[in-house]
C-alpha cells in the first residue's frame, strides 16, 4: 500500500494516536492537538488502512469456530434483520479463545459462506452456527456442525454462538457514533471493529499501532 509520509510531528501522531484508541472523534481530537480537522481525518484514515492491512495478514486455524453473518447500515423503513434492503452483508468468524475475523460479502449464500469459512477454518475444526438455512451445507462438509435453535433457546451448554453476537453488537455501538459512512469506505471501519475486539486493553492497542505504524512508515 503507497501512501505519503505524514507532515505531523511525531509528538502530535502520538497523541492522535491514543486518542484515536481512546475513541476521541478525529474532529476533537484535532482541536485538542491543535491542528487542522483535515489533517487528524487524514491520519485516522491512514490509521484504518494500516488496521486492515495487518489484519488481513491472517491464516487458516483450528479449532472450535462461532459464525454468523450480520448487516449493517442506517436505519431505514421497511424489510428488518436477514435481507434487510440496503444494508450491507458482513460475515464473522470467532476463534473461540481466539480472535475475531470479518468480511464484507455479497451475498449470504451457502457458496459463500462455506468458501470465507475454508480461508481460515481448517478442516475438522468444530463450527456453531444458528439455523439459517445457508449453513446446511456445513452438514457435508468437513467440518464438525453443531447448530444453535433461536426460536427455542441461545444456548445450550457448548453449543451457542454468543460470542460472535457480542462483538456485532459492540461493533454497532462502535460505529454508530459515525451518523453514516460511505459504503467504500465501511471495510475499514469495520476492520477497527475487528481491532479493538482483538486487541482489548487500550494499552495493548496503543502499543500495536505503534509498532505497525513504524512499519508501515507513516
Not at 102 to 128: E, F, H
Not at 176 to 204: A, W
Request: aromatic share 12%; proline share 2%.
Amino acid at each position: 500500500m503507497t501512501r505519503r509520509r505524514c507532515k505531523l510531528s511525531g509528538y502530535k501522531q502520538l497523541k492522535l494516536l491514543e486518542m484515536f484508541v481512546g475513541g476521541t472523534p478525529a474532529r476533537m481530537a484535532a482541536e485538542l492537538a491543535g491542528i487542522n480537522r483535515h489533517s487528524a481525518t487524514l491520519f485516522y484514515q491512514k490509521l484504518r488502512e494500516i488496521i486492515e492491512v495487518e489484519l488481513a495478514e491472517v491464516f487458516p486455524e483450528k479449532g472450535a469456530f462461532e459464525v454468523d453473518e450480520s448487516y449493517f447500515g442506517g436505519v431505514r423503513k421497511g424489510k428488518r434483520g436477514r435481507g434487510a434492503a440496503g444494508k450491507v452483508p458482513v460475515f464473522g468468524i470467532l476463534k473461540r479463545g481466539g480472535k475475531v475475523y470479518t468480511q464484507m460479502i455479497a451475498d449470504t449464500s451457502s457458496t459463500t459462506l462455506l468458501n470465507a469459512m475454508q480461508t481460515r477454518i481448517l478442516p475438522d475444526s468444530i463450527v456453531y452456527t444458528d439455523c439459517y438455512r445457508s449453513y446446511d451445507i456445513l452438514d457435508v462438509s468437513l467440518f464438525h456442525h453443531h447448530r444453535i435453535n433461536h426460536s427455542k433457546l441461545f444456548a445450550h451448554k457448548h453449543n451457542h454462538i454468543n460470542g460472535i453476537e457480542n462483538f456485532w453488537n459492540q461493533a454497532k455501538r462502535n460505529l454508530r457514533k459515525y451518523n453514516g459512512i460511505p459504503k467504500h469506505h465501511f471495510n475499514l471501519f469495520l476492520k477497527e471493529c475487528e481491532f479493538r475486539f482483538n486487541f482489548g486493553s487500550s494499552k495493548q492497542q496503543v502499543a500495536t499501532l505503534k509498532k505497525w505504524k513504524a512499519k508501515h512508515l507513516i
